[in-house]
């Protein structure tokens, strides 16, 4: 986009592109998500043993971290009770995953108690672990104590552009670019398998600092249904590794990531839900440096109630990015 473009210009060009898209896309069907069928699918090949495969690799060609903590929360499902839930999960990742071969899960049954039950998870490659999860699970138990932080107010999701329509608006602007294009079309591409819906989206020529806080409108591709909560944490613990780090780099426009990975991640379930229904996802960066951030976020169901909570430290390392008059 030129600098000669004004920004309402480009409004009325991006608003009329995602028209079109919309018109042209039929209703989704009620379609069983891929993230059962397929993401968080794991082979039973032993007692306490699974293997997964990979779904979407990100351009990073390193697996997706929310695919090894969700099929690691599927395994140590697996050896749980049907009366008790997750309520919380601690991974550290400590080697890159390799998007060529599958991810063994091998679970030990560390304690079973009256009301908790804790699992381990080691996800292994080549022998080695790529990851180590702790997830506790527990039976639901009445309790005078009951509070929570309140919803942001933000706008429904019926009245924001999913992240396709964003790009397919962005790629009609004129003097867009080659690059930009082939950056974008790239990124439409990927067969992610959960739908977003951002609430206040970076401008695309990324040059507006932002308070490091992002919030969007997240549900899982297809139908999981009610009565499977096991599940649903799985599929929320996978959402909530997607975009979690970059909240870190809002401030900072003329910063580009040249390297990025999680180091650590922790979770906590806290009211029932369903993944395949719009959730806010409330990400806030409380602290960055040391070539590290620090970014916890929240996840609300539509009617205000906080579902889970969760945290990420990852390490970033970034370079200057050099800007022209186009994108």
């Known amino acids: 986009m030129s600098e000669k473009v004004s920004?309402?210009?480009?409004?009325?060009?991006?608003d009329s592109a995602v028209q079109v898209v919309r018109a042209a896309v039929p209703e989704s069907q009620d379609l069983r998500s891929i993230l059962v069928t397929s993401v968080l699918n794991l082979e039973k090949l032993d007692i306490d043993l699974y293997r997964g495969t990979h779904y979407w690799v990100p351009r990073s060609r390193r697996l997706f971290g929310g695919q090894i903590i969700g099929q690691a929360l599927v395994a140590a499902a697996e050896s749980v009770s049907d009366n008790v839930f997750a309520h919380s999960l601690h991974c550290y990742f400590v080697r890159a995953g390799d998007p060529k071969v599958p991810v063994l899960y091998q679970v030990e049954r560390t304690r079973d108690g009256r009301s908790f039950s804790v699992r381990?998870?080691?996800?292994?490659?080549?022998?080695?672990?790529?990851?180590?999860?702790?997830?506790?699970?527990?039976?639901?138990?009445p309790s005078p104590l009951r509070h929570q932080f309140t919803m942001p107010p933000v706008p429904p999701p019926e009245d924001l552009l999913t992240v396709e329509e964003l790009i397919q608006g962005y790629l009609s602007m004129p003097d867009l670019a080659e690059k930009a294009k082939q950056g974008l079309t790239k990124l439409r591409a990927d067969e992610v398998p959960i739908e977003i819906k951002p609430v206040n989206p970076p401008d695309i020529q990324w040059r507006r600092v932002m308070e490091p806080r992002n919030l969007f409108w997240v549900r899982a591709r297809g139908h999981i249904g009610e009565g499977h909560m096991k599940l649903h944490c799985c599929v929320a613990a996978y959402v909530s590794d997607y975009s979690f780090l970059g909240t870190a780099l809002l401030p900072y426009p003329g910063q580009r990531a040249s390297f990025v990975a999680s180091l650590d991640h922790a979770m906590w379930f806290h009211n029932t839900f369903r993944a395949d229904q719009w959730m806010l996802y409330e990400m806030e960066s409380s602290w960055a440096g040391g070539s590290r951030g620090l970014v916890q976020g929240r996840l609300w169901r539509r009617d205000g109630v906080l579902a889970a909570s969760c945290a990420q430290e990852g390490v970033i390392r970034?370079?200057?990015?050099?800007?022209?008059?186009?994108l």
């Open 7 to 14: 920004d309402e210009t480009s409004n009325d060009s991006l």
């Open 120 to 141: 381990s998870v080691k996800a292994i490659q080549h022998g080695q672990p790529i990851l180590i999860c702790q997830a506790s699970f527990h039976c639901d138990q």
């Open 318 to 326: 970034v370079s200057t990015m050099t800007t022209n008059s186009k």
